[in-house]
């Protein structure tokens, strides 16, 4: 399996990684993968050729694996004095990423694959800036949600006692959420911040732009779009919480698939093992590779 590691700048100080796997001739569109908080895009591949994206490139898709600013091999790593947030990802980040790919294949629509928290900055991107849809491919979205209404023990501990309480703790502290702490990578205070306000609000809002993304939603129509969770996530991509994503997106309950022994499934499927299983690839990763030939 061959990897490129392509970089652009993102015009103040910030290189953004984009692990490239080439095929020898692209019939089948080019893939942008997204990974949510905490994480990189080490969720989507590894080096000896497992995982989501080395199978979608045998399969003849290009891919193209993003690590969000500081994240992964972006540099300079996040720090107490980064000052940027979800805004700049959607202003500055995604739209260079796809304007990258773009200029290799400018023929061909881009996909998008999403984890966790990346599908909530994906739908809310596209929301904003409509002019991009015509421009893309099908959606899938792996275990993405927005607000956390779930009341459960994991939600207690994920999200109340650590995503809010410990998490608010280190921004006092360090003046960010190290990598490590939560996950593999750490959050920027400005982040964290908005990421908390999204997960307990009952509305979507970009409040420093005056944008509620619910009533663009009931205007404008997304890409077609796949929605898929597990059984055994319990909070972080409930299928009551995905469920609620995705009408909110204005998509619909038919989008959605839950992923379990009980569906038919090889495994009973959690926020991680979704993308990392080593049954995933002779289960869901089918369906994912059939979803893509989908058109307009």
């Given at each position: 399996m061959e990897i490129v590691n392509d970089?652009?700048?993102?015009?103040?100080?910030?290189?953004?990684?984009?692990?490239?796997?080439?095929?020898?001739?692209?019939?089948?569109?080019?893939?942008?993968?997204?990974?949510?908080?905490?994480?990189?895009?080490?969720?989507?591949?590894?080096?000896?050729?497992?995982?989501?994206?080395?199978?979608?490139?045998?399969?003849?898709?290009?891919?193209?694996?993003?690590?969000?600013?500081?994240?992964g091999k972006s540099t300079p790593p996040i720090s107490p004095q980064a000052n940027y947030g979800q805004l700049e990802f959607f202003?500055?980040?995604?739209p260079k990423a796809l304007d990258h790919i773009r200029k290799l294949y400018p023929n061909l629509k881009v996909s998008l694959i999403t984890h966790s928290w990346g599908g909530v900055l994906t739908n809310a991107f596209l929301l904003m800036n409509p002019q991009w849809v015509k421009k893309?491919?099908?959606?899938?979205h792996f275990a993405s949600k927005r607000r956390v209404s779930v009341l459960n023990f994991h939600r207690f501990f994920f999200i109340d006692v650590m995503w809010?309480?410990?998490?608010?703790?280190?921004?006092?502290?360090?003046?960010?959420?190290?990598?490590?702490?939560?996950?593999?990578?750490?959050?920027?205070?400005?982040?964290?911040?908005?990421?908390?306000?999204?997960?307990?609000?009952?509305?979507?809002?970009?409040?420093?732009?005056?944008?509620?993304?619910?009533e663009l939603a009931m205007r404008q129509k997304l890409p077609p779009t796949l929605?898929?969770?597990?059984?055994?996530?319990?909070?972080?991509?409930?299928?009551?919480?995905?469920?609620a994503f995705a009408l909110e997106s204005g998509h619909k309950r038919d989008d959605i698939r839950l992923l379990s022994k009980k569906s038919g499934n090889l495994e009973d499927y959690d926020h991680l093992s979704i993308l990392i299983s080593k049954k995933a690839?002779?289960?869901?990763?089918?369906?994912?590779?059939?979803?893509?030939?989908?058109?307009?």
């Amino acid at each position: 399996m061959e990897i490129v590691n392509d970089y652009f700048d993102t015009g103040d100080g910030h290189k953004i990684h984009i692990a490239h796997l080439p095929v020898k001739e692209a019939l089948k569109q080019p893939i942008l993968f997204i990974h949510g908080a905490i994480e990189d895009g080490s969720i989507f591949y590894s080096k000896k050729g497992k995982g989501l994206a080395p199978f979608l490139q045998a399969a003849g898709h290009p891919c193209f694996v993003l690590d969000m600013r500081g994240k992964g091999k972006s540099t300079p790593p996040i720090s107490p004095q980064a000052n940027y947030g979800q805004l700049e990802f959607f202003d500055e980040d995604l739209p260079k990423a796809l304007d990258h790919i773009r200029k290799l294949y400018p023929n061909l629509k881009v996909s998008l694959i999403t984890h966790s928290w990346g599908g909530v900055l994906t739908n809310a991107f596209l929301l904003m800036n409509p002019q991009w849809v015509k421009k893309l491919g099908p959606i899938i979205h792996f275990a993405s949600k927005r607000r956390v209404s779930v009341l459960n023990f994991h939600r207690f501990f994920f999200i109340d006692v650590m995503w809010l309480t410990v998490g608010t703790l280190f921004l006092w502290i360090k003046g960010y959420l190290p990598k490590g702490v939560m996950g593999p990578e750490g959050e920027t205070k400005k982040s964290l911040k908005e990421s908390q306000r999204w997960v307990y609000s009952r509305r979507w809002l970009i409040k420093e732009r005056g944008i509620d993304l619910q009533e663009l939603a009931m205007r404008q129509k997304l890409p077609p779009t796949l929605y898929l969770t597990g059984s055994k996530d319990y909070c972080l991509g409930h299928i009551k919480d995905v469920t609620a994503f995705a009408l909110e997106s204005g998509h619909k309950r038919d989008d959605i698939r839950l992923l379990s022994k009980k569906s038919g499934n090889l495994e009973d499927y959690d926020h991680l093992s979704i993308l990392i299983s080593k049954k995933a690839p002779q289960d869901h990763f089918l369906t994912v590779r059939d979803f893509l030939t989908l058109s307009d």
